[in-house]
């Protein structure tokens, strides 16, 4: 079958919206960095609110009567367990158990919203087609449909301005869909920050001006538009995956700390077989968190050693906004030890000590 629809990547909105005395673009498919500064958009969202743009991602339709079996058979995490008005999340393997991509899967009534990495895109897309089965379809809505985060401890009351709709009782990985400033949404209580929040699907043409209008709803309490700088930092003190970077086609998710999503009792998926015989033979390295004891901060790619060996590269490292600290992940081998385990960081030429800590690093999120 031929995937409906096409991905589009459109330039920027020309629309600039005054906030706080700066101009503040809704980036459409191109989200920057940052708009006021890392630090500053970070906490924000940690104390108040913060608000992403993030339609870069895919968001791909899976439909028809076989839909829930087609997924199942792609992806680790038991699909038939979601209900409707439920998110899910799970990852899509190779035939080696190694992760394709890691997946948030939303089911609707009569269809599931896929939504994927935006570097994964082609690759995903493909995947997905080439082992599409009867009694399944594929739509492609992501030039269709933009995508917005509102994040933080204030999202709630900074959405109920806009929307009649009875966010107390939208609970955490669930959704529903009603009017946010006369435009029908789809509204989920997901995020990749660890704060209570939601995330907006949007019809692309409406989306600018609900853009501006968050913004104007949430100026009293401070939100600020916020850049993939802070929501890599935000992520990262929960400790949440970040593909490309802790997880890839060369991981598996018994290593990358994915079982409690992996279901093999489920019956067959692609990529089974593979973590079959690695539980038979053991997992021989785990991906760890690890958190600075000096003012060295980690960046993918340090050399890690354990015991005076190299024994790894970091994966994701950054230095911890809320903390103050370094903070990183790392693959180590089994042998080296778990929760505080010693390890070394080579920065500049000098090791700088570590040590292995139970996620997340940030423990007062808001999330529910």
């Known amino acids: 079958m031929k995937v409906e629809g096409e991905l589009k990547r459109t330039p ?38 913060g608000l992403f743009d993030v339609s870069h991602m895919g968001r791909i339709e899976v439909m028809g009567d076989r839909a829930a079996e087609y997924l199942d058979y792609i992806t680790v995490n038991d699909v038939s367990r979601i209900k409707v008005g439920q998110a899910q999340y799970s990852a899509m393997l190779n035939e080696n158990g190694g992760i394709i991509d890691d997946i948030l899967i939303y089911r609707n009534r009569d269809s599931y919203l896929i939504v994927i990495n935006a570097a994964n895109y082609k690759k995903d897309l493909d995947w997905m087609q080439m082992h599409l089965r009867g009694g399944a379809s594929l739509k492609d809505v ?57 995330e907006l699907y949007i019809p692309e043409k409406e989306a600018a001006r609900l853009w501006r209008e968050l913004i104007e709803a949430g100026t009293e309490k401070g939100i600020l538009p916020c850049g993939l700088g802070c929501r890599d930092t935000l992520r990262l003190e929960m400790r949440f995956c970040l593909y490309g970077n802790d997880m890839d086609e060369t991981t598996t998710p018994l290593e990358a700390g994915l079982k409690w999503i992996t279901k093999m009792d489920k019956g067959e998926f692609i990529g089974r077989e593979a973590l079959v015989d690695q539980v038979k033979t053991g997992v021989k390295r785990r991906l760890l968190g690890f958190v600075m004891e000096g003012r060295g901060i980690p960046r993918p790619g340090y050399p890690v050693f354990c015991d005076n060996v190299e024994v ?57």
């Open 12 to 49: 920027l909105y020309d629309i600039h919206l005054e906030s706080g005395g700066r101009m503040v673009p809704f980036a459409g498919y191109s989200l920057p960095v940052s708009y006021s500064g890392i630090i500053e958009e970070h906490l924000s969202v940690r104390q108040r609110g």
């Open 312 to 368: 790894s590269k970091v994966a994701s490292g950054t230095s911890s906004p809320s903390l103050k600290k370094g903070i990183g992940t790392a693959y180590l081998p089994v042998d080296c030890g778990g929760v505080g385990t010693r390890v070394e960081i080579e920065i500049r030429n000098r090791r700088e000590p570590g040590v292995v800590e139970k996620p997340p690093f940030y423990k007062k999120a808001s999330h529910r």
């Open 142 to 198: 992501t030039a269709q449909i933009a995508q917005v985060a509102l994040q933080g401890p204030a999202s709630q009351e900074i959405l109920s301005h806009l929307t009649d709709i009875d966010l107390e009782n939208v609970r955490y990985y669930c959704f529903t869909t009603g009017e946010i400033s006369g435009v029908e949404c789809l509204v989920a209580r997901t995020g990749y920050t660890g704060e209570d929040g939601f």
